[in-house]
């Protein structure tokens, strides 16, 4: 059915005031981070601001331990994303593709685990590490952060491997391909989509991640950038033009990631390619 002018214009309306409401609160941080103290402190505040200094992202650059936080986010995370989608991808072919014994009930544990609480497991977690002797290290937070990406990741790239015609894998193994040659030039590229889905999943799932960075690493030169957010608040106030700006430089990463790999994210990759 086709809508109307008017329908049209209200659903623009709709959409740019749905924009402006999520938009926001991003603009609020990044406009407080180019204001100078006394502006972010007056009660008269200025949704553009009159004058504007790069001092808070000067001080948020300067903080100690900056590029040291950096750098371990970047490695837990970037590593998380990493395993997660080999070990998902591993076990969601399978999945899709082929009947075993007990395949049902291991797809119902891989929702469950997904519907755990994270909370619930805080413990038992602490408690593993603890005796693996893996506290105040890197990979604790990795192998953490694996643990509850990975069931969402099975769970997607299933439904995606699934989603993929059966006949296109079985006309390539007609021209000779063996089986993994089917999955390396068919069933990979065309995944493309999910892969993307739950890497940008996982990646801010540890990205933004601070509880367990908080509790396992206490040792300063493995802890990351949540963490390190957090030392702008002290005994004696909170600087919130540091906080603002290094929120922004916080965000950018993760920016850039969805930006590398958005644009793989297209839907109805397979349309067409099998008649009937």
């Known amino acids: 059915m086709h809508k109307t002018r008017g329908q049209r214009v209200g659903l623009a309306v709709l959409g740019i005031a749905a924009t402006v409401f999520f938009f926001f609160p991003t603009y609020w941080m990044i406009t407080t981070a180019l204001k100078t103290p006394a502006q972010i402190l007056s009660p008269d505040y200025d949704l553009i601001p009159l004058s504007v200094t790069f001092d808070n992202f000067a001080s948020a650059f300067g903080k100690d331990g900056f590029t040291s936080f950096l750098t371990n986010s970047l490695i837990v995370t970037l590593g998380s994303v990493a395993v997660a989608l080999a070990a998902g991808l591993l076990a969601a072919v399978p999945l899709a593709r082929m009947r075993f014994r007990g395949r049902k009930g291991f797809v119902l544990l891989v929702l469950i685990a997904q519907l755990a609480p994270l909370e619930a497991l805080f413990v038992p977690l602490y408690l593993i590490m603890r005796d693996a002797n893996l506290l105040d290290k890197l990979p604790s937070l990795l192998l953490v952060y694996v643990a509850f990406t990975l069931p969402f990741?099975?769970?997607?790239?299933?439904?995606?491997?699934?989603?993929?015609?059966?006949?296109?894998?079985?006309?390539?193994?007609?021209?000779?391909?063996?089986?993994?040659?089917?999955?390396?030039?068919?069933?990979?590229?065309?995944?493309?989509?999910?892969?993307?889905?739950?890497?940008?999943?996982?990646?801010?799932?540890?990205?933004?991640?601070?509880?367990?960075?908080?509790?396992?690493?206490?040792?300063?030169?493995?802890?990351?950038?949540?963490?390190?957010?957090?030392?702008?608040?002290?005994?004696?106030?909170?600087?919130?033009?540091?906080?603002?700006?290094?929120?922004?430089?916080?965000?950018?990463?993760?920016?850039?990631?969805?930006?590398?790999?958005?644009?793989?994210?297209?839907?109805?990759?397979?349309?067409?390619?099998?008649?009937?």
């Open 153 to 276: 990741t099975v769970w997607t790239l299933r439904g995606f491997v699934k989603g993929i015609p059966v006949e296109l894998e079985e006309a390539a193994m007609v021209d000779g391909c063996g089986r993994w040659g089917v999955f390396r030039r068919v069933t990979l590229p065309l995944l493309g989509p999910g892969l993307v889905a739950t890497s940008v999943f996982s990646f801010v799932t540890a990205w933004n991640e601070f509880l367990f960075a908080l509790v396992f690493i206490r040792d300063k030169g493995n802890q990351t950038l949540p963490v390190w957010l957090s030392s702008f608040r002290t005994a004696f106030g909170t600087d919130w033009g540091g906080i603002m700006a290094a929120s922004v430089i916080y965000a950018v990463p993760a920016l850039v990631f969805f930006m590398f790999v958005q644009r793989k994210l297209v839907s109805g990759a397979t349309a067409g390619a099998v008649k009937g």
